[in-house]
């Protein structure tokens, strides 16, 4: 749970000034100027370069010194490459970090902290079939290592491969049974495939061990939040805000819970606490957006789903910004230009049902009736019988089907959609 710069720094910080930088020093070195190339600098070099109290672009800065220094033997260099690659991992320059740790496994080929550390850098890259390759070397070299196991079952979990994640979190957890690490993410992934109960138990028993950690108390209150205990989550978000200061993510859960309550007021609150603490938190700007879109603050809203969808211009998040802009009851607030480009751009990245069905709606308001009904019929297609029975309801309540209301496409409920259609109003909406 703590940063790659800190857990490198246990590792090789006695061994820094245990004289692993220092190579034999030349007469030429002992008479040069002071600086990268002194060797009487390199005690103050060190230093800065494996500190963790200074902001990561000076380690950046200061580990590129010690490395130009060419009193630096190869023990020395392959340590302040592994430190400058965590310091840019830290600046999220990950393939700057690939690159150092490249370099030191090159100097050094079996060192499984380099192999891990590339590992990680390229998993934050997205390669994760690279990361995994890395990981299968590791472990050979090192299969008593609860660490590699864990990293590479987060791996197995981004490609989707559970059983896998599942098998080497159980080997990391038989190797040490009471890292919270493994517990904790034992717990997410039971969370996510909604094995609900485990992922508490497990979280428990993460909790009785380090009680502490605020962060292991939001876990569990989203699990016990998706698991419908909204009472109990509450209670466990307060708990992770209370130890650790105002976590952001602990405030936009209990927003999200507040809002299940109706608690608008309070869900508002910790919506924006979320924000100040982490303003590039694009769940929280969403929430607050949809949140204010319910309370009809439409000029509000559109601002806070535009900054969701800029920090992630997910099709979930550029689909709800374009729906604003043809739904608002405020009609003269729609803008269905602006989100037929957004609706485009969510369909670019996952066409769905009601992504499609907001498309329709754009043209629905630009008059173009054959797109219009184009993009219904194909938001039928995607959404199958419950789509289409929920536009037979819709448009039978309103007098423009009197079809059987049985979830089967046909010229019946498409002739009345191109009707409603044709008066410039949204299915589903107007």
Same mark, same amino acid.
């Given at each position: ?14 061994? $820094? ?129 609860? $660490? ?283």
């Amino acid at each position: 749970m703590q940063d790659l710069s800190k857990r490198l720094a246990r590792a090789l910080t006695a061994a $820094a000034f245990a004289g692993l930088f220092l190579a034999p020093v030349t007469a030429g070195a002992q008479n040069g100027d002071s600086g990268q190339n002194d060797p009487g600098a390199l005690p103050s070099l060190v230093k800065g370069c494996i500190a963790t109290d200074i902001p990561a672009t000076q380690r950046v800065k200061n580990c590129t010194d010690l490395l130009w220094n060419p009193v630096l033997n190869k023990e020395g260099r392959i340590t302040a490459l592994t430190f400058r690659a965590a310091a840019l991992m830290d600046v999220f320059d990950f393939s700057g970090a690939v690159a150092d740790f490249t370099r030191g496994l090159d100097l050094a080929p079996n060192n499984i902290g380099l192999m891990h550390g590339r590992a990680q850098a390229l998993e934050r890259m997205g390669r994760y079939h690279d990361a995994l390759l890395d990981y299968d070397t590791a472990i050979q070299i090192a299969p008593d290592s609860p $660490a590699l196991f864990t990293g590479r079952a987060l791996i197995h979990a981004q490609l989707d491969n559970m059983d896998a994640a599942f098998r080497d979190l159980e080997k990391s957890r038989k190797l040490a049974p009471r890292n919270v690490e493994t517990l904790a993410l034992m717990g997410g992934l039971y969370t996510e495939t909604g094995d609900f109960d485990k992922a508490i138990g497990l979280f428990d028993k993460a909790i009785e061990l380090r009680p502490e950690i605020g962060r292991l108390y939001l876990r569990r209150g989203l699990a016990r939040m998706k698991a419908g205990e909204w009472d109990e989550s509450l209670a466990d978000l307060t708990v992770a805000i209370e130890k650790e200061n105002g976590l952001p993510d602990a405030y936009m859960l209990r927003a999200m819970v507040h809002r299940d309550a109706d608690r608008d007021d309070l869900a508002l609150a910790d919506y924006s606490a979320a924000i100040d603490g982490d303003p590039t938190l694009a769940g929280a700007w969403q929430g607050r957006g949809v949140l204010y879109m319910d309370m009809k603050e439409y000029g509000r809203a559109r601002n806070d789903m535009d900054v969701a969808a800029q920090i992630a211009p997910t099709a979930d998040n550029l689909n709800s910004l374009a729906w604003l802009l043809v739904s608002a009851e405020d009609k003269g607030f729609r803008d269905p230009a602006a989100a037929l480009n957004y609706v485009n751009q969510s369909m670019e990245l996952d066409e769905n049902a009601d992504n499609v069905d907001t498309a329709a709606a754009a043209y629905v308001l630009l008059g173009d009736i054959d797109n219009a009904a184009r993009f219904y019929a194909r938001s039928m297609e995607l959404g199958g019988d419950k789509r289409v029975l929920i536009y037979q309801e819709y448009l039978s309540e309103r007098g423009f089907y009197d079809g059987a209301l049985d979830g089967i496409d046909g010229p019946r409920t498409r002739k009345a959609i191109r009707s409603f259609a044709s008066q410039g109003r949204v299915l589903l909406v107007d």
